[in-house]
């Protein structure tokens, strides 16, 4: 083996030493149970809500504000941050991960001021997340209104 062949090996040698193994059953696992328990939770504020005698438009609105602002309050404490590691996906997906994704920057860059640190900053991880859903949904409208169009 040359010089370069042995230096490339050693490269793949070391790449393989340091990429974290993950246990692909126990990450699933873990995101069912966490994406569970919040979709419980959400559940139970809705059902809550409905037992008060809330119209189901408001009790839902309810329900979603109380669930980001539980996010919010969790990674103020930096507690979402450690739900994440061991739930994934599951945190993630939920309106919670959205809301986590929009106060983990402000709360992060709040030392830089308030519009070069949290103004300009706010949205750097939800920022395309709202663009795409944006395009998508002007996308898909568009096609929708054309085939209504069609059909006359």
């Known amino acids: 083996m040359d010089r370069n062949e042995q230096r490339k090996q050693q490269y793949r040698d070391y790449v393989e030493q340091v990429t974290p193994k993950h246990n692909l059953l126990?990450?699933?696992a873990g995101?069912?149970?966490?994406?569970?328990?919040?979709?419980?939770?959400?559940q139970v504020i809705l059902n809550f809500c409905k037992a008060q005698?809330?119209?189901?438009?408001?009790?839902?609105?309810?329900?979603?504000?109380?669930?980001?602002?539980?996010?919010?309050i969790l990674t103020g404490f930096n507690l979402?941050?450690?739900?994440?590691?061991?739930?994934?996906?599951?945190?993630?997906?939920?309106?919670?991960?959205?809301?986590?994704s929009v106060a983990a920057p402000a709360i992060e860059y709040q030392k830089e001021g308030q519009i070069f640190g949290i103004g300009c900053k706010i949205f750097t991880i939800a920022?395309?997340?709202?663009?795409?859903?944006?395009?998508?949904?002007?996308?898909?409208?568009?096609i929708y209104w054309a085939f209504g169009f069609l059909r006359g």
Request: proline share 6%.
């Open 80 to 100: 979402y941050p450690k739900i994440a590691r061991f739930g994934g996906a599951g945190t993630l997906v939920p309106i919670t991960g959205f809301a986590n």
């Open 26 to 28: 126990k990450n699933m």
């Open 127 to 142: 920022g395309p997340v709202i663009l795409y859903g944006i395009i998508t949904s002007w996308g898909l409208g568009l």
């Open 53 to 72: 005698g809330l119209d189901p438009d408001v009790a839902g609105s309810w329900c979603s504000l109380l669930l980001v602002l539980g996010s919010v």
């Open 31 to 42: 995101a069912f149970l966490t994406g569970g328990t919040i979709c419980l939770l959400g």
